[in-house]
């Protein structure tokens, strides 16, 4: 398991929304959401197979990560690359059809890859420690593995116990400043 500083992330105005709460039984580990951009991450260095850490993700309220674009495999590659001494790589959400076509779990259109060389040669994905690199490995293999789930709105509780949203909350009061209208917010 991963151990951040207790000082949280700073929440960004671009990307607005909150991260789940940190998981916290007494049988369990506690795991702390990371944000980047629009979605969280949850970083579990227990090592599973592919289906098992899948299974996990979903109990945590997310699913083994896709990676869209290059900022998000760096993102993700500064955050496991601390563990190369330890872990060769974590699962990801990326695994091979029964057609033989590779496919995000979460559905996310795969047009963006940094496999290794001379991979994939298996069925399930993974990312490397070492180089950030996408490896590929087998159903029984036990990975690390990299949750992720999009951001919830961010809500707002008034004083009189009522709660909206509040990126709706800050529109609507925008908007009643630069209009002379009368606005009832139900």
Not at 8 to 34: H, K, M, N
Not at 104 to 117: A, C, R, S
């Amino acid at each position: 398991m991963i151990s951040f500083p207790d000082v949280a992330p700073t929440e960004s105005t671009i990307f607005p929304g909150r991260c789940p709460e940190d998981t916290s039984v007494e049988y369990q580990d506690s795991y702390t959401w990371l944000p980047y951009k629009g979605n969280c991450y949850l970083f579990v260095t227990d090592e599973i197979e592919w289906a098992d850490a899948a299974s996990s993700c979903v109990r945590h309220g997310g699913v083994l990560t896709s990676i869209e674009d290059p900022s998000e495999q760096q993102f993700l590659q500064s955050n496991i690359e601390v563990f190369q001494d330890s872990h060769t790589s974590f699962w990801i959400g990326l695994f091979k059809t029964h057609k033989g076509l590779w496919a995000w779990l979460d559905k996310t259109v795969l047009d963006y890859t940094n496999w290794g060389q001379d991979e994939p040669d298996s069925d399930f994905g993974a990312i490397r420690t070492t180089d950030g690199t996408w490896s590929s490995g087998r159903r029984w293999h036990d990975r690390s593995y990299i949750c992720k789930t999009p951001k919830a709105p961010a809500w707002n509780v008034s004083s009189s116990g009522t709660c909206c949203n509040l990126e709706a909350t800050e529109e609507i009061a925008a908007h009643q400043r630069t209009s002379p209208q009368t606005w009832l917010v139900l």
